[in-house]
């Protein structure tokens, strides 16, 4: 299976690092050390809406979202997990996994447009990759170490 | 089937109406005329994240997620639909459906803080029943109409 990076939209590769995939979505990092803030970008290029996947890609997206979920709750120990669907400056379905705590600088507000974003420092992201390699299951294929 | 209005935080009851339920949600609308903003709040009252539901539970989520968001689609015409699960503020699971327009006044950020709602008016607040009785399936339980 080829990892059609260049399916995501132009945005998201700006201001994202793009750490690989599972079955049906990419993962990305967004370069913003503020908080670990990850995206999961369907390879659905032409659909914007959640509910116009077909009902196995939701199945499989939800699956997917769970797992990455279950990882910034255990590896990242966010007080609380922000998952959301946006799309109105980005069409491309994307969907927003940010890992929040109560002494985060946007808390307890959302993070979109909150603050600029602060890039990570090499060992910073080197850190992050560290626990993502120890959670992320066998079969990911990482497009980036 | 009891429809446990109780269990539903007294955050959002102060900020919404409560429709009624789905066979999982209670469907809830901010009382903010700015943009139809609705909230789905599955009646498990002691869970936090979407990962924590069961997957019977998350897959019904999803159906009833959809069955909303179909309807910002064609009943209220919304250009994009942001739906989050955010609860920084109030722990209890929701997930936001926010029908969001090129014009509205919040555009292209997102909602939540952006600006002080503005309560709907008695018609206001009936041209939306109105919209979700012709759109709502029939098993739908209303609370309020």
């Known amino acids: ?34 908080y670990p803030w990850f995206i999961l970008v369907p390879d659905r290029p ?6 116009h996947l ?3 890609d939701q199945r499989q997206l939800l699956h997917e979202s769970s797992l990455l979920a279950r990882i910034l ?11 959301a669907a946006l799309g109105n400056v980005v069409p491309q379905l994307h969907v927003h996994h940010v890992a929040r705590y109560r002494n985060d ?7 979109w447009g909150a603050l600029p974003a ?3 420092s090499e060992s910073a992201l080197a850190e992050v990759m560290k626990k993502l ?3 992320l299951p066998g079969d990911f294929q990482y497009c980036w170490t």
Request: net charge negative; charged share 25%; glycine share 2%.
């Open 1 to 34: 299976m080829q990892s059609a990076v260049e399916t995501i939209h132009p945005t998201l590769r700006r201001d994202c690092k793009i750490i690989g995939r599972f079955a049906l979505c990419h993962l990305l990092l967004m370069n913003d050390a503020q």
């Open 46 to 51: 032409d659909i914007s809406e959640l509910h």
């Open 54 to 56: 077909t009902e196995a």
């Open 73 to 83: 709750e255990i590896r990242f120990h966010a007080d609380k997990i922000n998952i």
């Open 105 to 111: 600088p946007a808390w307890p507000g959302p993070v």
């Open 118 to 120: 602060e890039p990570y």
């Open 133 to 135: 390699k120890a959670s």
